[in-house]
């Protein structure tokens, strides 16, 4: 994906307003390198108007760099994000989920350990459902 674009006004009350009506507790961000910029905008925005909204990053940027990406987000996933994602939405931000790093109250980082790789990956939908509750 081409290093993006800078966003505009509109696109900024767009996303402010999705995740308004929407009314999202979580925000999750999959990033690479060349995204970086965006998602630390994009991460500043959503915290000024939505402060109480936790924000977790996924992908190769956050795996390569967990330590500077919590600088931004309130959690990281490091490695596979397929269950790990789920069960922090499920627990509503949990601290001590395989595969995420998070801050403790005194701001120390918090290591989880990694889950095993999953194998099947045939087992993985194909895409988020009513049924598969992504």
Same mark, same amino acid.
């Given at each position: 994906m081409p290093v993006p674009t800078p966003l505009t006004a509109i696109e900024r009350e767009l996303l402010l307003g999705e995740l308004e009506r929407f009314g999202a507790d979580i925000?999750?961000?999959s990033l690479t390198s060349s995204h970086l910029p965006?998602? @630390?905008e994009l991460s500043q925005l959503i #915290?000024? #108007?939505?402060p109480k909204m936790r924000q977790i990053w996924a992908a190769s940027n956050p795996t390569m760099d967990p330590e500077g990406c919590l +600088?931004?987000?309130d959690a990281v996933c490091v490695g596979e994000g397929? +269950?790990?994602l789920l069960e922090y939405a499920r627990t509503r931000g949990a601290p001590s989920i395989a595969n995420l790093w998070t801050r403790? =109250?005194?701001r120390a980082i918090v290591r989880n350990p990694m889950r =095993?790789? @999953?194998q099947d990956l045939d087992s993985l939908p194909s895409r988020c459902s009513a049924a598969t509750r992504c």
């Open positions: 925000v999750g961000f965006l998602a @630390i #915290r000024a #108007r939505f +600088e931004h987000a397929e +269950e790990a403790d =109250p005194a =095993p790789m @999953i």
